[in-house]
C-alpha cells in the first residue's frame, strides 16, 4: 500500500466507511461529538451487503475503500461497518499508515458497562456473529459475561427498504429475536450499523428491561481519544464538514437515513474504486 511520505496534519478530514449507508449511524454521532472534524465517508453501495460474503472477499473491499479514503487524505480511518471490522481490522491496522479504529471494541465496552445481570445479547450479519468478534471482544474485558449472539440477516435489507415502522419489520424483528430474550439478557448490542435506524422498533418489542448497545456513540468517543493521541485533533476554530461519496449511486434508503438521523449530507459523489 502506498505511504503517505508527507507528515499527517491534524486538518486533514477522518475517513469513514461502511458497506453501504448504515456507516451514517457513526457519522451522525462523530458529527455531535467532534464537531470540528471533517469527515469523508465512503458508503460502498456498488457491493453491500458484505454481510454474506467471505472473510477473504470484505478483506479485499475494506483495503480498497480504505485506500480510497487515503487518496482523499485521510488522517485515520474509521471502519463503520461491523462486519469489515470483524473480518478485517488486523489488516487494515497491519496495512494502513494512519490510525484505524473500528465498531466492535467500543460495543464491547458500552455493553460490558451497561449489563447488570452478565448475561449480554448480540445481534449482526451472518460474517459478523460468524467470526465472533463480539464474544473475543466482550470476554477479553469480562471473561465472566454470557454472551447470546444471533444472525438477522433479513434486517439489513428490511432497513434498506425503508421499513423502520411497519408490521412486517415488527414480524421479523420477533422471529429473531424471541429466543433471545428468553434467554434472560439485559442488555442488546446492535452489532450492525443499520441497525439503530430500527431502535425505536426494537425497544417496543424487547421492552424496558433489555438495554440496547449502539456502538456508534462509543466508537465517536474511541475516534476523539485517537485523535488527541497522535495530536491529531482538528483545531478548535475550524468548521467541521461531512462529504459523502458512494460506489454506486444514492437510492431511496439514503433520504430514509437522513430523516431518521437528522443527517445533511449534502451532494452525493461517486467513487471509483482502484483495483
Ligand atoms: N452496516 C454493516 C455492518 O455494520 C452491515 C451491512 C452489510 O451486510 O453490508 O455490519
Not at 430474550?181 to 442488546?188: A, C, H, M, P, Q
Request: hydrophobic letters at 40%.
Amino acid at each position: 500500500m502506498d505511504q503517505t511520505t508527507t507528515p499527517i496534519s491534524s486538518h486533514q478530514p477522518i475517513g469513514v466507511f461502511d458497506s453501504g449507508i448504515g456507516g451514517l449511524t457513526v457519522v451522525a454521532e462523530l458529527r455531535r461529538r467532534l464537531p470540528h472534524e471533517a469527515i469523508f465517508y465512503i458508503g460502498d453501495t456498488a457491493r453491500v451487503p458484505y454481510g454474506n460474503k467471505s472473510q477473504a472477499t470484505i478483506e479485499r473491499y475494506s483495503v480498497e475503500i480504505s485506500e480510497l479514503l487515503l487518496t482523499r487524505g485521510a488522517k485515520m480511518i474509521v471502519v463503520a461497518c461491523n462486519t469489515a471490522s470483524s473480518q478485517a481490522l488486523p489488516q487494515l491496522e497491519h496495512l494502513l499508515p494512519v490510525p484505524v479504529t473500528g465498531v466492535i471494541l467500543p460495543g464491547a465496552k458500552a455493553a460490558v458497562a451497561r449489563t447488570k445481570n452478565g448475561h449480554i445479547g448480540v445481534i449482526g450479519t451472518r460474517a459478523t456473529v460468524r467470526s465472533g468478534a463480539y464474544e473475543k471482544a466482550i470476554h477479553a474485558l469480562a471473561p465472566e459475561v454470557r454472551v447470546t449472539s444471533k444472525a438477522c440477516p433479513m434486517l439489513v435489507p428490511t432497513i434498506e427498504e425503508g421499513w423502520l415502522q411497519s408490521s412486517i419489520t415488527d414480524a421479523i424483528i420477533a422471529e429473531y429475536l424471541g429466543d433471545l430474550t428468553e434467554s434472560g439478557i439485559d442488555t442488546l448490542v446492535l452489532g450492525c450499523t443499520h441497525y439503530p435506524l430500527l431502535k425505536k422498533a426494537l425497544a417496543r418489542y424487547l421492552g424496558p428491561d433489555i438495554r440496547l448497545v449502539d456502538s456508534g456513540e462509543n466508537c465517536a468517543i474511541a475516534v476523539g481519544e485517537l485523535l488527541e493521541t497522535h495530536r491529531l485533533s482538528a483545531p478548535k476554530e475550524a468548521q467541521g464538514s461531512l462529504q459523502v461519496a458512494l460506489t454506486d449511486p444514492a437510492d431511496v434508503f439514503l433520504t430514509v437515513a437522513e430523516e431518521a438521523l437528522g443527517l445533511s449530507v449534502g451532494e452525493i459523489h461517486t467513487a471509483q474504486v482502484q483495483k
